[in-house]
Structure formats: C-alpha cells, structure tokens
C-alpha cells in the first residue's frame, strides 16, 4: 500500500475525512508514477480532472509530487515510484503551490 | 397577489473563496446566511432548476484543481460532485489570442450554468475557452454543442480581459428549439434549431476597440437578459453601450439614453414589467467602479434611453467596488426583488423592485455571480 498526503482541497473534495492528511492507495502492476494517479483516480472518482488535467493528460501546474525530501514532478509518469514510497516507508505528497490570494 | 402565495426567497451567491445561501421569507427583510460551500474554491455561478428548485448546479473551479462541478437536490444544503470532464467535440481548431495570433482552444472553467426549463436533469454549461455544453444526466456527463464553434467564426473570437468566456445562455420560453447565447469577445449568437445551427447576431453593435466597429463577430458582450414574456426583446449591456432588439437579435439599437456612463456587467429586466430594466454604470473599461464613489443603480421603465438613478440605501461617496456580468438578480414576488454582489462583497437587495436597498451581507469574498430563486 502506498501512502498519498493530498492537499486540503482534494481531501475535502474526495470526502476522506479530516483526521488524517494520508490516504493509503493500492496500485496493481508496476508502481510508476501514472499507474499510482490512475489509482487515486479510481478510489476517488471525483478527483479526476483535479491533479491531471483531462486533456494533456500532464500533472497541472500549480501541483508539485514530492517524495524522499525530492521533488519528482518531472520524473517521467512511467517511471518507478521510490523504493520507499511503495514500500510505505515514505508517503508520496501531492503539494499545491504556494500562490494567489 | 403574488407575494402572499410565495414563502421565501433563496439567493445562490458565487463567490471567489466559496458559495454562500442567503434564505428570506416573502418579505425579505430578515436573511440567514449560510456557507461557506466549497470554502477557498471560486464559484463562478450556482443556478437552480426551474421545475426543481431544490436540484441546483454550482461550478466550482481552481487555478490548483482545475475544475469540478457539483450538484445538490435539496435546495443547496448538501452537494455532490458530478462530472467535470469537458472535452471539445472533434479537433478544437484555434481561436485569436490576445496578441492576434492563433491560438489552440482550451477548457478553463464553467462561467454559467443554465439549467432547462422543463428538465432538472438538463442543463447548459458555458465554459472557456468559449463553447456550449449540455448535460442531459444531472451533469455526470458532458457533450458540446458543436455548432457554434463549427459554423465558421470561431478563428476570429478573441479573449476579453477575463478569458474567451461563453457567460450568457438564455433558453426560449416560448420556442424550445430557439436559444441565444453570448461569449466575450465575440458577441451573441442565436439557434433556431435546438443548437445544431447558430448566427451571430450582432447587427447595431458599434464597438470601436475593434479593427472592423461594425464587424459581424467581434464585440464584447457583457452580459443579456429578457423577460420571458417576451422573449423577442433582449436587452444587453456590451462593453460600453446599453442595447436591445426586439427581432429576437436581428438588429440591435442603443438605448443608453441619459446613463451617465454606459460602460457596465450587468443587465436585468424587471419580474413584471417587461419594459423595466437595470443596470449598474461602472466608469470606465480601464476603472471598474462606481462614477464618484457612488454606487448607483439606473432603472428605465422605458425600455431603455430615459434612465433614472435609484441610490437609497446604496453607499454614495468611497465607493469603488465593481459589480461582475453574473452579479444580478431578480425574484418574482410582488414588489419584484432585485439584488446583485459586488467584488467588495456585499449583496444588496431590494424588495420594492430598486426604489430602496439593504445590504444582506457585507462582508463576503469579491462577489462573482448571484441568482435567485422565488420558493412556494
């Protein structure tokens, strides 16, 4: 199981409550990057759209995936996941820009 | 009367850090305020259905999230979110970007929401970059229009200084086949076929911030309004000049008579009183606010052409709030009510069709749009 920190909004948003900021997600197959949204998608249908945007298919940009104290937005959507994040050991973030208003 | 079979009024209020309910009995004097909904996220719009007041859509959007869309069936006290996929039919083809050159369409967000007139699981979207969008399933799904963008203009529309936004859809009481929709920068267009075909129909438009004043397409459209008993007349308040035509768009003629600026958002016309209408004169296009510091709403009862300006209870000096296209209101009890939200987020209301104002609320986020909902 993977461990996914979403922002506040999307938290809200998916309904899963305000007692943690984690969620745990099960990805089957390779553990890359675009098969751990297409999980996340899954379990919370309503997010879809809101980390990758439905037409480009590409991470949206005020979005940031941190993980390991490393920024890996960049890291190609097929590549692996860090061992630690699919081992548990380190949670994958999903952090929202600091901008606006 | 009217107001006597009526039991209150439910104001849906967008705004860019949320949605607010603001609920009154008939005499709309007292109001319960409700929200945040969908706290930190920009409502550009919030509509109820017609023939189900308690089934509302709400357009909720993020320059983070993207967009999402959300539903309720009990008159706004609890959500759902529903579909938010918009994707444009075939090839989406490029419009004129700012600076003139082509320029790919792309999805942004949902400026309006108009639910059907005979089906609350129907209902249009509006959206930018510029398109129509209609759900027939309580907005799970979503298909474009493609007409409009199809019939042959679309490489020519441009952005207004807010997005190529499609922000007024006005649905045909009288004709369900006829519908008028208008986008900034483009103008209106009109279908007489259930959406299949469109005409822009912005013949009488004089824009002079563009190449061609009297071009076909082109004109910045702020917003359109008709009283549904008489759904030939329009009434519009483009980027400066106050409009109507009552050939259903065929020719328009300027009515900004003695306004003391005809540079505006909104328009609306009056519940009872197909000749009455408002608008809010905003200064200029390069200061959006208030002539003076006063806010002033100008009623006609004419039609047009001979304004007078309705001010008590409205702030008269310091004032420099604007009121956005989506902003105002009315209900249709007697007296009609009339209410609009200002960017400095106040609602006012008033409950003898614009002759004295309250402020409901002054205090909420910049005000993006306000609808009204009159309940039995």
């Given at each position: 199981m993977i461990r996914v920190v979403l922002p506040q909004h999307l938290r809200t948003l998916a309904n899963v409550g305000s007692g943690t900021d984690e969620v745990t997600i099960d990805v089957s197959g390779p553990p890359t990057q675009r098969a751990l949204i297409d999980a996340i998608e899954a379990r919370y249908p309503m997010l879809r759209g809101t980390?990758?945007?439905?037409?480009?298919?590409?991470?949206?940009?005020f979005l940031r995936f941190f993980a390991c104290e490393e920024d890996i937005s960049h890291e190609l959507p097929d590549s692996l996941l860090p061992a630690p994040v699919v081992s548990g050991a380190e949670p994958f973030l999903i952090v929202g820009a600091l901008a606006g208003g | 009367m009217m107001g006597f079979l009526m039991s209150g009024v439910r104001i849906l209020v967008g705004t860019r850090k949320g949605a607010f309910v603001l609920t009154a009995d008939g005499k709309r004097e007292r109001w319960d305020v409700s929200g945040p909904f969908f706290a930190g996220w920009q409502i550009y719009h919030l509509k109820g259905s017609p023939v189900d007041p308690n089934r509302i859509y709400a357009s909720q959007t993020s320059d983070w999230f993207g967009q999402t869309m959300q539903r309720s069936s009990d008159g706004g006290k609890t959500w759902e979110p529903v579909g938010n996929k918009f994707a444009y039919d075939g090839v989406p083809g490029t419009h004129q970007w700012y600076d003139g050159t082509a320029h790919p369409w792309e999805f942004k967000r949902v400026w309006h929401l108009e639910p059907s007139l005979t089906d609350p699981d129907t209902v249009y979207a509006g959206i930018e970059d510029a398109a129509l969008f209609k759900s027939t399933d309580g907005g799970q799904n979503w298909n474009e229009v493609p007409g409009l963008r199809q019939h042959g203009s679309g490489p020519k529309w441009q952005p207004g200084a807010g997005g190529m936004c499609l922000h007024t859809i006005i649905l045909d009481p009288a004709n369900a086949k006829r519908m008028y929709i208008a986008i900034s920068a483009a103008g209106a267009f009109r279908t007489d076929d259930g959406g299949t075909t469109w005409k822009p129909i912005n013949k009488g438009l004089f824009s002079k911030y563009i190449p061609d004043p009297t071009a076909e397409v082109g004109h910045c459209v702020h917003r359109i309004a008709m009283h549904p008993s008489r759904p030939n007349t329009l009434f519009m308040q483009k980027h400066w000049d106050v409009m109507r035509t009552d050939d259903s768009g065929d020719q328009w003629t300027e009515v900004s008579g003695n306004l003391p600026t005809d540079f505006g958002f909104v328009i609306d016309v009056h519940a009872h009183e197909p000749e009455t209408i408002y608008v809010v004169p905003i200064k200029s296009d390069s200061e959006h606010f208030p002539l003076d510091g006063k806010l002033q709403v100008f009623r006609s009862k004419t039609g047009g052409h001979e304004w007078e300006p309705l001010t008590k209870g409205l702030p008269q000096k310091d004032c420099y709030v604007n009121v956005l296209r989506d902003a105002m209101a009315v209900d249709s009890l007697d007296k009609c009510g009339v209410y609009f939200g200002t960017t400095g987020g106040q609602v006012y209301a008033s409950n003898d069709a614009g002759d004295t104002w309250n402020a409901i609320v002054r205090d909420l986020p910049a005000v993006v749009s306000v609808e009204v909902q009159s309940l039995k």
């Amino acid at each position: 199981m993977i461990r996914v920190v979403l922002p506040q909004h999307l938290r809200t948003l998916a309904n899963v409550g305000s007692g943690t900021d984690e969620v745990t997600i099960d990805v089957s197959g390779p553990p890359t990057q675009r098969a751990l949204i297409d999980a996340i998608e899954a379990r919370y249908p309503m997010l879809r759209g809101t980390i990758r945007d439905y037409a480009t298919d590409r991470r949206r940009a005020f979005l940031r995936f941190f993980a390991c104290e490393e920024d890996i937005s960049h890291e190609l959507p097929d590549s692996l996941l860090p061992a630690p994040v699919v081992s548990g050991a380190e949670p994958f973030l999903i952090v929202g820009a600091l901008a606006g208003g | 009367m009217m107001g006597f079979l009526m039991s209150g009024v439910r104001i849906l209020v967008g705004t860019r850090k949320g949605a607010f309910v603001l609920t009154a009995d008939g005499k709309r004097e007292r109001w319960d305020v409700s929200g945040p909904f969908f706290a930190g996220w920009q409502i550009y719009h919030l509509k109820g259905s017609p023939v189900d007041p308690n089934r509302i859509y709400a357009s909720q959007t993020s320059d983070w999230f993207g967009q999402t869309m959300q539903r309720s069936s009990d008159g706004g006290k609890t959500w759902e979110p529903v579909g938010n996929k918009f994707a444009y039919d075939g090839v989406p083809g490029t419009h004129q970007w700012y600076d003139g050159t082509a320029h790919p369409w792309e999805f942004k967000r949902v400026w309006h929401l108009e639910p059907s007139l005979t089906d609350p699981d129907t209902v249009y979207a509006g959206i930018e970059d510029a398109a129509l969008f209609k759900s027939t399933d309580g907005g799970q799904n979503w298909n474009e229009v493609p007409g409009l963008r199809q019939h042959g203009s679309g490489p020519k529309w441009q952005p207004g200084a807010g997005g190529m936004c499609l922000h007024t859809i006005i649905l045909d009481p009288a004709n369900a086949k006829r519908m008028y929709i208008a986008i900034s920068a483009a103008g209106a267009f009109r279908t007489d076929d259930g959406g299949t075909t469109w005409k822009p129909i912005n013949k009488g438009l004089f824009s002079k911030y563009i190449p061609d004043p009297t071009a076909e397409v082109g004109h910045c459209v702020h917003r359109i309004a008709m009283h549904p008993s008489r759904p030939n007349t329009l009434f519009m308040q483009k980027h400066w000049d106050v409009m109507r035509t009552d050939d259903s768009g065929d020719q328009w003629t300027e009515v900004s008579g003695n306004l003391p600026t005809d540079f505006g958002f909104v328009i609306d016309v009056h519940a009872h009183e197909p000749e009455t209408i408002y608008v809010v004169p905003i200064k200029s296009d390069s200061e959006h606010f208030p002539l003076d510091g006063k806010l002033q709403v100008f009623r006609s009862k004419t039609g047009g052409h001979e304004w007078e300006p309705l001010t008590k209870g409205l702030p008269q000096k310091d004032c420099y709030v604007n009121v956005l296209r989506d902003a105002m209101a009315v209900d249709s009890l007697d007296k009609c009510g009339v209410y609009f939200g200002t960017t400095g987020g106040q609602v006012y209301a008033s409950n003898d069709a614009g002759d004295t104002w309250n402020a409901i609320v002054r205090d909420l986020p910049a005000v993006v749009s306000v609808e009204v909902q009159s309940l039995k």
